[in-house]
């Protein structure tokens, strides 16, 4: 069975990639999901001295090696993607959506090669609906995981309790937790 990839945007990547590690490259569920990330995750970590600070982690030999298994474009497919750019930047910028030219990547790179993209953003999920791109939230991915057994409940929580510590949960992370797990989110 060919894999159902799922990209997964900086901001989910930086959520999970430490506590679900390898993130990356494992095939998992009756489907065979498997995720990735788009180049320009690096290029934007690098020029963002925030993202260093945050994630210092995120250039250790074993989480660059679980980054390097890149998705596979073809040329006629970067061309396309090149060209859904213009049109996606334009709408987002038009509705004044706040959305980095690396999102907008993660966004076309999805819209192209058909495949759901993991954010947290709002404004990146507001483009993905407007070009019925299938969009889920970083809950919903654990919901996913949990559903085909390559996470369990111990780990969604202790994931949810490690954000709740950061402060850095994703919105209406209550709401859609409750909604998906059918019970309270972990303090």
């Known amino acids: 069975m060919p894999q159902s990839k799922i990209l997964v945007d900086s901001n989910a990547y930086f959520r999970l990639a430490q506590s679900i590690h390898p993130l990356l490259k494992v ?3 009756e489907q065979d999901y498997c995720l990735y990330v788009i180049k320009e995750l690096q290029e934007e970590y690098d020029k963002n001295p925030r993202l260093k ?25 970067q061309k396309e993607i090149k060209h859904a750019f213009e049109f996606v930047h334009d709408y987002a910028k038009t509705n004044s959506f706040s959305v ?13 090669l058909k495949v759901p993209i993991v954010t947290d953003d709002s404004d990146m999920l507001a483009v993905a609906e407007a070009f019925d791109i299938k969009a889920l939230n970083t809950l919903e991915l654990l919901k996913l995981m949990l559903d085909s057994n390559h996470v369990n ?11 709740e510590y950061l402060n850095d ?6 709401r859609d937790y409750r909604r998906l797990f059918k019970e309270t989110p972990p303090k």
Do not use: C
């Open 27 to 29: 095939i998992f569920g």
């Open 153 to 163: 409940m111990g780990k969604v929580k202790e994931i949810a309790a490690y954000w």
């Open 169 to 174: 949960k994703p919105k209406s992370f209550e």
């Open 100 to 112: 980095s030219k690396v999102d907008i990547s993660g966004l076309t790179h999805a819209l192209i």
């Open 53 to 77: 600070n945050a994630f210092s982690w995120v250039n250790q030999p074993e989480y660059k090696e679980n980054r390097s298994h890149k998705l596979v474009v073809s040329r006629e497919q």
